[in-house]
C-alpha cells in the first residue's frame, strides 16, 4: 500500500480545482453577476496560468524521447490557446459582454481534451521519471507565476 503524494495527484487535483472556478465563473455569467464573476474569472485564470507555467518550466523539461517530444509539442501549442482564451474572457467579464458565455463553455471544453491526455499519459511518465526526487513536489507547491511570463510558443 501506498499513500504518498505524487506529481499525478497534485496535478490531477490543481485541474479539478481550475474546472470548478471555472464552472462557478460560468453560474455567476448567467446571473449576470458580473462582479462576482470577475472574481471567479481572475481567480481561475491565475490558477490555470500557473498551472502552465509549472508544466513548462519545471515538469515537461524531464520528459524526452520522439513519441514525447510530439505529445508535449501539442500540449504546448493547446497552452497557448487556453493562455489567449483566459485573457480574452477576462476583458468580455470586464465589458459585461454576453459572449463570456460562449468563450467559457469553450474552454472548459478545450481544457477536458487536453487535461485528459495530460492526466492519462504525461503525468504518469513523470512519476516514473521523477521518482527520485520528491523535492519537485515542494517546488510545485511553492511555485509563484513570474510577472510577464507567457507560453513558451505564444
Ligand atoms: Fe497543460
Ligand atoms: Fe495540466
Redesign the pocket.
Known amino acids: 500500500m501506498q499513500n504518498v503524494e505524487t506529481i499525478s495527484l497534485f496535478m490531477t487535483r490543481d485541474h479539478v480545482s481550475g474546472d470548478n472556478e471555472l464552472e462557478e465563473t460560468l453560474k455567476e455569467v448567467k446571473r449576470r453577476d458580473w462582479e462576482r464573476a470577475w472574481n471567479k474569472a481572475k481567480i481561475a485564470s491565475a490558477r490555470i496560468k500557473t498551472?502552465?507555467f509549472l508544466?513548462e518550466e519545471v515538469l515537461f523539461p524531464y520528459l524526452k524521447g520522439p513519441d514525447l517530444d510530439n505529445w508535449i509539442s501539442e500540449?504546448m501549442m493547446?497552452?497557448v490557446a487556453i493562455w489567449n482564451l483566459l485573457d480574452n474572457i477576462l476583458r468580455l467579464v470586464e465589458e459585461r459582454d454576453n459572449e463570456t458565455e460562449v468563450k467559457l463553455i469553450l474552454l472548459m471544453q478545450l481544457l477536458k481534451a487536453?487535461?485528459s491526455i495530460?492526466e492519462h499519459s504525461i503525468y504518469r511518465e513523470l512519476d516514473k521519471e521523477l521518482a527520485w526526487n520528491p523535492n519537485i513536489l515542494f517546488e510545485l507547491r511553492d511555485s509563484i507565476l513570474p510577472a510577464g511570463w507567457k507560453p513558451k510558443y505564444m
Do not use: A, W, Y
Request: charged share 20%; net charge negative; aromatic share 0%.
Open positions: 498551472h502552465i508544466e500540449l493547446q497552452h487536453h487535461n495530460e
